[in-house]
Protein backbone atom coordinates (compact mmCIF):
# COMPACT_ATOMS: atom_id res chain seq x y z
CA UNK A 1 0.00 0.00 0.00
CA UNK A 2 1.35 3.35 -0.74
CA UNK A 3 0.15 6.52 0.93
CA UNK A 4 0.51 10.16 -0.83
CA UNK A 5 0.75 13.51 0.57
CA UNK A 6 0.10 16.31 -1.13
CA UNK A 7 1.34 20.26 0.58
CA UNK A 8 1.71 23.62 -1.08
CA UNK A 9 -1.62 25.08 -2.49
CA UNK A 10 -3.16 28.08 -1.24
CA UNK A 11 -3.95 31.37 -3.01
CA UNK A 12 -1.64 33.16 -5.47
CA UNK A 13 -2.26 36.13 -8.05
CA UNK A 14 -2.37 35.31 -10.94
CA UNK A 15 1.38 35.29 -13.03
CA UNK A 16 2.60 33.71 -9.86
CA UNK A 17 4.19 30.69 -9.05
CA UNK A 18 3.76 27.93 -6.60
CA UNK A 19 5.42 24.70 -6.18
CA UNK A 20 3.52 21.27 -5.05
CA UNK A 21 5.26 18.44 -3.38
CA UNK A 22 3.62 14.81 -2.77
CA UNK A 23 5.46 12.96 -0.43
CA UNK A 24 5.20 9.23 -1.08
CA UNK A 25 5.85 6.13 1.13
CA UNK A 26 6.95 2.28 0.93
CA UNK A 27 10.02 1.23 -0.43
CA UNK A 28 8.77 0.69 -4.10
CA UNK A 29 7.99 4.25 -4.40
CA UNK A 30 11.30 4.90 -6.46
CA UNK A 31 10.12 2.75 -8.66
CA UNK A 32 6.52 3.99 -9.62
CA UNK A 33 5.55 6.41 -12.23
CA UNK A 34 4.30 9.33 -10.96
CA UNK A 35 1.58 12.28 -12.27
CA UNK A 36 -0.10 15.06 -11.35
CA UNK A 37 -4.10 15.62 -11.95
CA UNK A 38 -5.98 18.98 -11.37
CA UNK A 39 -10.22 19.24 -10.88
CA UNK A 40 -12.15 22.43 -11.05
CA UNK A 41 -15.51 22.16 -9.35
CA UNK A 42 -18.43 20.92 -11.67
CA UNK A 43 -15.58 19.34 -13.91
CA UNK A 44 -13.69 15.82 -14.09
CA UNK A 45 -10.05 15.31 -12.61
CA UNK A 46 -7.62 15.76 -16.26
CA UNK A 47 -4.35 14.65 -16.58
CA UNK A 48 -1.66 17.50 -16.30
CA UNK A 49 1.96 16.34 -16.43
CA UNK A 50 3.46 13.01 -15.70
CA UNK A 51 7.42 11.58 -15.31
CA UNK A 52 8.75 8.23 -15.51
CA UNK A 53 10.30 6.14 -12.32
CA UNK A 54 13.61 8.14 -12.99
CA UNK A 55 12.36 10.86 -13.59
CA UNK A 56 14.18 11.09 -17.35
CA UNK A 57 10.93 10.93 -19.11
CA UNK A 58 8.37 13.62 -18.81
CA UNK A 59 4.94 14.28 -20.34
CA UNK A 60 2.65 17.37 -20.43
CA UNK A 61 -0.91 18.47 -21.38
CA UNK A 62 -0.90 20.71 -23.77
CA UNK A 63 -2.42 23.33 -21.25
CA UNK A 64 0.12 23.29 -19.22
CA UNK A 65 3.45 22.40 -21.25
CA UNK A 66 5.00 25.64 -21.23
CA UNK A 67 4.47 26.48 -17.40
CA UNK A 68 4.71 23.94 -15.77
CA UNK A 69 7.44 21.35 -14.24
CA UNK A 70 7.30 18.13 -13.23
CA UNK A 71 10.25 16.31 -11.17
CA UNK A 72 11.52 14.07 -8.82
CA UNK A 73 13.59 13.11 -6.09
CA UNK A 74 13.55 9.53 -4.83
CA UNK A 75 16.08 9.98 -1.87
CA UNK A 76 13.43 11.69 -0.61
CA UNK A 77 10.34 9.78 -1.72
CA UNK A 78 8.69 13.22 -3.44
CA UNK A 79 7.32 14.15 -6.87
CA UNK A 80 6.81 18.13 -7.39
CA UNK A 81 4.93 20.44 -9.44
CA UNK A 82 6.35 23.67 -10.17
CA UNK A 83 3.72 25.84 -11.70
CA UNK A 84 4.90 29.62 -12.83
CA UNK A 85 2.83 32.19 -14.99
CA UNK A 86 -0.67 30.69 -13.36
CA UNK A 87 -3.64 31.44 -14.17
CA UNK A 88 -7.22 32.35 -13.01
CA UNK A 89 -8.19 28.96 -14.80
CA UNK A 90 -5.77 27.13 -13.23
CA UNK A 91 -7.96 27.05 -9.51
CA UNK A 92 -8.57 24.02 -8.70
CA UNK A 93 -7.78 20.85 -6.55
CA UNK A 94 -4.58 19.47 -7.44
CA UNK A 95 -3.80 15.53 -6.84
CA UNK A 96 -0.66 13.78 -7.02
CA UNK A 97 -0.93 9.93 -8.45
CA UNK A 98 1.03 7.05 -8.74
CA UNK A 99 1.07 3.81 -10.87
CA UNK A 100 2.63 0.42 -10.28
CA UNK A 101 4.57 0.70 -13.40
CA UNK A 102 7.40 2.45 -14.63
CA UNK A 103 6.81 4.48 -17.72
CA UNK A 104 4.32 7.05 -17.34
CA UNK A 105 1.00 7.30 -18.73
CA UNK A 106 -1.50 9.95 -19.33
CA UNK A 107 -4.64 7.81 -18.42
CA UNK A 108 -6.36 8.19 -15.38
CA UNK A 109 -7.05 4.66 -14.61
CA UNK A 110 -4.10 3.49 -14.91
CA UNK A 111 -2.90 5.14 -11.28
CA UNK A 112 -3.04 3.09 -8.93
CA UNK A 113 -2.90 5.20 -5.16
CA UNK A 114 -3.94 8.92 -5.14
CA UNK A 115 -3.70 11.71 -2.52
CA UNK A 116 -5.98 13.75 -0.52
CA UNK A 117 -5.39 16.58 -2.90
CA UNK A 118 -4.09 20.47 -2.27
CA UNK A 119 -5.89 23.62 -3.22
CA UNK A 120 -4.89 26.14 -5.56
CA UNK A 121 -6.54 29.32 -5.93
CA UNK A 122 -5.48 31.89 -8.21
CA UNK A 123 -6.66 35.10 -8.13
CA UNK A 124 -7.11 37.60 -11.33
Known amino acids: QVQLVESGGGLVQAGGSLRLSCVGS????????LAWFRQAPGTGRIYLAS????????YYADSVKDRFTISRDNAKNTVYLQMDKLKPEDTAVYYC?????????????????WGQGTQVTVSS
Open 97 to 113: AARTMATWSAAILEYDY
Open 26 to 33: GRSFSTYA
Open 51 to 58: LNWNGKNT
